[in-house]
């Protein structure tokens, strides 16, 4: 099962590897900056599978919201989230089943995922801290884009 989880993960990172270039929630494709945006108005369709996924990443984030704010969360604590992150992204991968157009939008809030991800699991405290930033800046735009009543805006 470990095999697979990582094997779908690095899939993920593969496929999103041209998002992940991007600083913030854009990214360049075919010459135009891609970034996030509604669907004619509206927030895009989502599905159980991602909802499931999302929410439980905004439990386990908010779960630590004091700590990291107040800079308490020790190193092993960012490195256990970036596993419970990881966990979520395989699932979304696994499960998720989105309309291309907001499958496309949704990539761009995954590749901020991924890269947080990354960040902390590197050996240095702040740039654990930003990754767990990354995160909440994600969180933070997926109810602005996507549909989901369950979802609140994270307070901070």
């Not at 041209?18 to 913030?24: N, Q, S, V």
């Not at 995922?113 to 909440?136: F, H, T």
Request: aromatic letters at 6%.
């Amino acid at each position: 099962m470990q095999v697979f989880i990582t094997l779908a993960l690095t899939l993920t990172i593969l496929t999103a590897a041209p998002l992940l270039l991007a600083a913030d929630t854009s990214h360049k494709h075919h010459g135009h900056i891609a970034e996030l945006h509604l669907n004619d108005g509206e927030k895009w369709s989502t599905d159980q599978p991602l909802r499931e996924a999302m929410l439980v990443l905004r439990t386990q984030l908010t779960e630590r919201l004091d700590r990291i704010h107040n800079n308490k969360l020790a190193a092993e604590g960012y490195i256990h989230f970036s596993g419970v992150v990881e966990q979520q992204i395989n699932f979304i991968v696994k499960n998720c089943k989105l309309a291309p157009e907001a499958d496309a939008q949704f990539h761009l809030i995954l590749a901020r995922l991924i890269n947080a991800s990354s960040q902390m699991k590197d050996p240095e405290l702040k740039v654990q801290r930003q990754g767990a930033i990354e995160v909440l800046q994600a969180l933070q735009q997926y109810p602005v884009f996507f549909q989901d009543e369950l979802f609140l805006p994270i307070a901070h």
